[in-house]
Nanobody, 122 residues
Framework: QVQLVESGGGLVQAGGSLRLSCAAS????????MGWFRQAPGKEREFVAA????????YYADSVKGRFTISRDNAKNTVYLEMNSLKPEDTAVYYC???????????????WGQGTQVTVSS
């Protein structure tokens, strides 16, 4: 497993941008696919984006496609989520997670960060 720490959340106006980072500890980071998930109050945790171990293939939820971009830097043990054109409905706690393969199902992820709050005001 890897230990994950998210950062970069905050308060932003609708239409604005944020970049989330997720720093991983351990030498096996490059073996994992990485995902971003979010959970709004009273709602289930939902998939946002995922990227393969190589940084090649990636998946996005339909709700963020074209606005969010996931990327990773294996030399820095870090995965990023660039979020543009933010909407109030993007407000949630955002979590990064690590999995053995590229997948969108949260239960298949082995390690989770503590989350970072993103609030988008209208």
């Amino acid at each position: 497993q890897v230990q994950l720490v998210e950062s970069g959340g905050g308060l932003v106006q609708a239409g604005g941008s944020l970049r989330l980072s997720c720093a991983a500890s351990g030498r096996t980071f490059s073996r994992y696919a990485m995902g971003w998930f979010r959970q709004a109050p009273g709602k289930e945790r939902e998939f946002v984006a995922a990227i393969s171990w190589s940084g090649g293939p990636s998946y996005y939820a339909d709700s963020v496609k074209g606005r969010f971009t996931i990327s990773r830097d294996n030399a820095k043990n870090t995965v990023y989520l660039e979020m543009n054109s933010l909407k109030p409905e993007d407000t949630a706690v955002y979590y990064c997670a690590a999995a053995r393969r590229l997948i969108t199902t949260p239960t298949m992820y082995d390690s989770w960060g503590q989350g970072t709050q993103v609030t988008v005001s209208s």
